[in-house]
RNA sequence: GGCGACGUGGCCAAGUGGCAAGGCAAGGCUCUGCAAAAGCCUGAUCGUGGGUUCAAUUCCCACCGUCGCCUCCA
């Protein structure tokens, strides 16, 4: 089945197919660099990181740019965001951007997300702005008071087209301050005059000041990407105003498409007191940053936790240390552990496996796994479908490596080649090691003359030594699993 | 109030007009020096009430409930 992906604009699965046969380019709003990353936001980047990897395996061509907001936007009060957080923290705007610019980068290296091939800063594309404000003021779509500019809403009839709004049903703008400088209440700024305290500012054709929310991704994409391109994504959260406004702005100028296929992922939810899943944001104060949910668990396990839900639907991201309290996150943890259970077995048993395709019995199981893979994977992206085609494969690997039977390298080599395709490359949760750092493989070496010292002290029934090693080993993090054949193997638990 | 999404076994979660994937948890069993792991077995009238149909969890309507957006948010 070829490439179906849920199109919000207009609210249906529909067939893929690019501007450019083969091609794909790819655009997805990016953080406002004003805060650490929390889980919402791994929810959302992991989600299009395997979207990426999968169209990349699929053999498409796709070049991916991710913006990275770093001119603030507004607050309620009309104080810039990263402004704000400068005065408190004493340092420079740029300088607060920059330092969670990097921040943002290492959470998400961490996740094991595929950097953009473009993450341009909106900082540093300010003439590309001004440009297309410049445009949409000479083509009627804009107009300038006091040194700000509005986009017209009414200038544009398909305003709404994506959010399914009408600009008569909408409340009328909260923001006294600017109301009256907007013709209607749901035009929305493209440039703000800066007030002598905002320090964040750049010169422009209206005077000093800084540019609205939603023009910064209309001007990257459109210079990375093209006036049409194929994808556009971002959380839910953001369908509007802001990616309703971009539409408007970079179709009113190109008088062209924007993006074709648009992709919004669910919003990740967290209990509140009562047990009622609420969205995770920076405003409620509920939400866990990367960094931390990291100091507890893999990469991988917050991958497979995130992967076992739909992108589109929310997903309830619930922790405790609790036995007896729900824990998604161990519930993954323990799933994700099963399938890199038969995968180490596999790779284990590489290492004195003999030559041949004894065992190949599992090669039809290894290629039902790789078509529902492929047949969840087109159809919309489904991940926990995907992932339930491998863990189906898990029990049937487990099976024939518990069996005794003799599986030839080849068989083994081909097992392994489909873990590492399907779970590595485009999931990203099946690593290449067990160990990471410089000293993996000394420190493999080491734990496996331990086991091999273990062993013989099984051998001759000197249980209190055996069992010490596996003990110790434990505390360190090395499980140890005795195999029916005599056999030991170790994982990182 | 407007717009949108959703309600599937204890929890999470796919899915289809025709006997309801998968994961976690629980219980039983097999294997085992112990441990661990793995495998096998056990369970759902798919929110409620109508309607369409030979047949609905799947389509339509109503209702109840939950969440999101409408203000910064991925």
């Known amino acids: 089945m070829a490439l179906q992906i849920y199109n919000v604009l207009g609210r249906e699965k529909q067939p893929f197919v690019p501007v450019q046969e083969g091609k794909i380019n790819m655009y997805v709003c990016g953080p406002t660099v004003q805060d650490y990353a929390h889980i919402g936001h791994a929810k959302t980047y992991v989600s299009f990181d395997v979207v990426v990897r999968y169209l990349r395996y699929s053999g498409y061509d796709v070049l991916y740019v991710q913006n990275i907001t770093d001119v603030g936007h507004l607050l309620d009060t009309g104080e810039d965001r990263i402004l704000k957080k400068a005065r408190q923290a004493a340092s420079s705007p740029m300088q607060i951007a920059e330092y969670y610019t990097r921040k943002y980068f290492e959470a998400m290296d961490a996740l094991g997300i595929q950097r953009p091939d473009i993450s341009p800063r909106a900082s540093g594309h300010i003439p590309e702005q001004i440009a297309l404000i410049e445009q949409l003021i000479h083509k009627g779509h804009a107009y300038e008071v006091n040194g700000s500019v509005y986009f017209d809403v009414r ?98 100028v190109h008088d062209a498409p924007f993006a074709n296929y648009w992709m919004l992922v669910g919003s990740l939810m967290v209990p509140d007191a009562e047990g009622i899943p609420v969205k995770m944001s920076k405003s409620l104060g509920n939400f866990v940053t990367v960094t931390d949910a990291l ?110 039977t003799t599986v030839g390298k080849n068989v083994l080599m081909a097992i392994d080649n489909t873990y590492r395709k399907l779970g590595g490359e485009v999931l990203g949760i099946v690593p290449d090691k067990m160990l990471g750092g410089t000293n993996a493989d000394r420190e493999a070496a080491l734990i496996r003359m331990l086991v091999d010292m273990r062993s013989e002290a099984r051998t001759s029934k000197n249980y209190a030594v055996s069992d010490r090693i596996r003990q110790q080993l434990a505390e360190l993090g090395i499980a140890l699993e005795d195999r029916p054949d005599g056999s030991t193997i170790w994982r990182v638990s």
Request: negative net charge; glycine residues 8%.
């Open 155 to 252: 200038s544009y009839p398909e305003y709404g087209k994506l959010s399914n709004r009408k600009l008569d049903e909408q409340e009328a703008g909260t923001r006294e301050d600017v109301r009256d400088e907007k013709r209607h209440p749901a035009d929305f700024a493209l440039w703000k005059k800066a007030e002598p305290e905002h320090i964040l500012r750049w010169e422009s054709p209206w005077g000093v000041g800084f540019p609205g929310w939603h023009i910064e991704c209309s001007a990257m994409a459109a210079k990375y990407l093209g006036e049409t391109f194929d994808i556009h994504g971002g959380g839910v959260d953001n369908i509007f105003p802001h990616n309703e406004s971009e539409i408007a702005q970079s179709e009113c």
């Open 295 to 404: 100091e507890k668990y893999r990469p991988e396990v917050i991958r497979t936790l995130i992967l076992s839900g739909h992108y589109r639907s929310p997903l309830i991201y619930s922790d405790s240390d609790d036995p007896e309290q729900e824990s998604s996150l161990r519930s993954a943890k323990n799933g994700w552990e099963r399938l890199m259970g038969a995968v180490w077995l596999t790779r284990d048993a590489m290492a004195a496996a003999p030559e041949g395709d004894d065992g190949n019995g599992i090669l039809a199981a290894l290629s039902t796994a790789r078509t529902r893979f492929e047949e969840a994977m087109d159809d919309d992206f489904n991940a926990p479908s995907a992932l339930a085609a491998l863990y189906e494969l898990t029990r049937e690997v487990n099976t024939l490596l518990n069996s005794g």
